[in-house]
């Protein structure tokens, strides 16, 4: 087919050439006004979070404030008390991407360095907990912290969040030191390192930028659960930013410009992760994807 | 601190040479035992968490228990009533709904969208370009789900922001309460999951088509195979690895799927867009039917491990036919 098509290839080629100077023009334009799109909800929300709610009543939700009126978002401020919300959220997604990454570290440590017998059993183990329905744990989980005392608490969350995470952790980890280079860990051993000092001297730098990724991840997932911070956290004391903005959904004091600003705020911690993060995530998520 | 390491080192050799000459062979068996301790705190979190809940949600799944009290063992009658319920059928068909939504559309799309930003804009125009148009699709993905699913519920009520466009481009006949009405309410919800699920495959798909090498498209290119071709025959197979990731993640997370449906409709109306996750959430918690909601549960679960590993041998195979070839 190479053979045949060449010559005829070769004379087609420069119309072609000149016909996509055209045409990329066109895709960028298509392409460019499909990325517009995504971005029209945050628009709209913009542009309505800083109308008065007399001004949206009367002028509707497209058109431009009357006035820069900010005493929605100070509503919202005061109303949820967001800067407790915040520290909320802070607190959980830190406290679970950090004890999560250890834990992923430590059993992936056993399995993918130590080999462990029976390890393909318990890494399928941590991949059928990655895939479950949190539904299928959650009524247990509010009645044992019921019981324990932690219900209502950041404590709980963190606890449950951290085992959650770091099943993923242990199975992507576990994979990764499963073509650790046996020579670095033979030589410490060598040099008398115990598995302990192995461990946190040898393996620990050598897969510092993989768990960087994994600490970024786990925390802007922790920041955006829903489901067991809704059943677990119900009072202003505890609740996380997104629970917060959702239990005052339908409340008469949300009215639509108050909602805007809500969610703006709600919004702005996770933009600004995306922009610190944006290529660690670029990164982690090819990362992800290889395995 | 290389100084001492090699003093013990060379200590240790001296003492105990056996260790490096006969125990080549046994060494394995010796480490399982040490290592074992390493898995100890992650066991334990894990049978608290998710081991210990799993079993018991499956045991309370055979029982009626209102959440105090003990529980009736009554055997499978919650499955039972299950399967005469219609409001269960309707959750599951909704999964279905949620999976073309969620999973087929984005990959389509977003193979497309992936091949146009890295094929025609990266390399036509600046990488930049194509990397800020990538990050404009990706934006939903990094949300919180339940704040950008409160903003379309705004953006698609009576008084919302759609109605309102159409409004100001003379198409004031058509508005509608998108989410109110049960005709609408379940495609709309489908629209609103693949503007949240679009950005995962372009971006995992771009950064495939990095991997592959151009000289392909080179020859591909002298041979004059068009644009349509060249997607076919390389982008495709070359990419394989990824959909499968990207499909299998996303099924997952689709039959998962619950803040967006909290967010918008609680599974209105009239059930039109109910999911299992929102059906048991809301059995469990409102209805307070601990034991059928568990039975919700352990269905959703059956299914989603069957279809994982389906999925995952699927994969396998066509890995291993690769292999063969």
Redesign the interface.
């Known amino acids: 087919m190479a053979a045949t098509l060449t010559p005829t290839a070769a004379t087609r080629r420069a119309p072609d050439r000149h016909h996509r100077g055209v045409a990329r023009w066109i895709v960028l334009a298509l392409v460019t006004a499909a990325a517009l799109a995504m971005l029209v909800p945050f628009a709209f929300m913009l542009l309505n979070a800083f109308k008065s709610p007399g001004d949206y009543s009367t002028n509707g939700p497209l058109s431009w404030p009357s006035e820069f009126y900010t005493k929605g978002l100070r509503t919202y401020w005061e109303q949820v008390d967001f800067p407790l919300k915040l520290w909320n959220s802070v607190l959980i997604a830190g406290s679970v991407a950090v004890l999560a990454v250890l834990v992923s570290l430590l059993n992936a440590y056993a399995l993918g360095v130590g080999r462990v017998r029976g390890r393909l059993w318990i890494i399928g183990l941590f991949l059928l907990a990655n895939m479950i329905p949190q539904e299928s744990l959650i009524y247990p989980l509010y009645h044992l912290a019921k019981e324990a005392g932690l219900y209502n608490t950041r404590l709980a969350v963190i606890i449950i969040f951290t085992v959650i995470q770091s099943a993923f952790g242990t199975y992507l980890l576990a994979s990764v030191l499963g073509t650790f280079p046996r020579t670095l860990l033979e030589a410490a051993a060598l040099d008398g390192a115990g598995k302990w000092r192995i461990l946190w001297r040898v393996v620990l730098p050598n897969l510092r930028p993989t768990l960087s990724v994994l600490l970024v991840f786990f925390f802007i997932w922790t920041w955006n659960e829903f489901l067991i911070p809704l059943v677990m956290l119900i009072d202003n004391q505890t609740q996380t930013v997104p629970v917060a903005l959702a239990s005052l959904q339908g409340d008469r004091l949300m009215d639509a410009p108050t909602t805007n600003a809500g969610a703006l705020l709600s919004l702005v911690p996770a933009i600004l992760f995306f922009l610190i993060f944006q290529r660690t995530l670029a990164r982690g998520i090819t990362a992800g994807a290889d395995k | 601190m290389a100084v001492p390491?090699?003093v013990?080192?060379r200590?240790?050799?001296t003492t105990a040479p056996p260790t490096?000459t006969a125990g080549t062979r046994r060494r394995?068996s010796r480490?399982?035992a040490?290592?074992?301790?390493?898995?100890v705190?992650?066991a334990i979190?894990?049978l608290?968490?998710?081991g210990?809940?799993?079993v018991?949600?499956g045991y309370?799944s055979l029982t009626r228990w209102s959440?105090v009290g003990d529980p009736t063992f009554i055997g499978l009658d919650n499955y039972r009533d299950l399967l005469h319920d219609d409001v269960f059928w309707t959750s599951f068909k909704n999964t279905l709904a949620m999976i073309v939504a969620m999973v087929l559309l984005p990959t389509l799309i977003g193979l497309v969208?992936a091949a146009?930003?890295f094929d025609?804009?990266g390399r036509?125009?600046r990488p930049r370009?194509a990397a800020a148009?990538r990050?404009?699709?990706y934006?939903?993905q990094?949300?919180?789900?339940?704040?950008?699913g409160?903003?379309?519920?705004?953006?698609l009520?009576p008084?919302?922001?759609f109605n309102?466009?159409l409004?100001?481009v003379g198409l004031g006949s058509l508005r509608h309460d998108w989410l109110g009405d049960p005709d609408t309410a379940l495609p709309v919800v489908m629209a609103v999951m693949i503007?949240v699920q679009?950005g995962?495959p372009v971006?995992?798909f771009m950064?495939?088509l990095e991997r592959i090498d151009p000289e392909l498209y080179e020859a591909a290119e002298?041979?004059?195979a068009g644009w349509w071709r060249r997607f076919r025959a390389i982008t495709l197979p070359q990419i394989r690895?990824?959909t499968f990731?990207?499909g299998l993640t996303c099924t997952?997370a689709a039959?998962?799927v619950?803040?967006p449906i909290?967010?918008l409709t609680r599974g209105g109306p009239e059930n039109a867009t109910n999911v299992?996750?929102y059906f048991?959430?809301y059995t469990?918690?409102k209805k307070l039917h601990?034991g059928y909601?568990?039975a919700?549960?352990?269905v959703?679960?059956l299914i989603?491990?069957v279809v994982?590993v389906l999925f995952i041998r699927a994969q396998n195979r066509a890995e291993r036919r690769d292999g063969g070839l």
């Open positions: 390491d090699t013990a080192a200590r240790r050799a490096v394995p480490r399982d040490a290592y074992w301790l390493y898995l705190p992650g979190l894990f608290l968490v998710i210990g809940p799993l018991y949600t309370l959440g969208l146009v930003l025609t804009i036509r125009f370009t148009l990050a404009a699709f934006l939903p990094v949300l919180p789900v339940v704040v950008a409160i903003v379309w519920g705004w953006i009520r008084d919302g922001a309102g466009l409004d100001s503007w679009l995962y971006v995992v950064a495939a002298i041979d004059g690895p990824e990731v990207v997952i039959m998962k619950f803040g909290y967010a299992p996750s048991a959430y469990f918690f601990v909601g568990s919700i549960s352990m959703l679960t989603i491990v994982s």
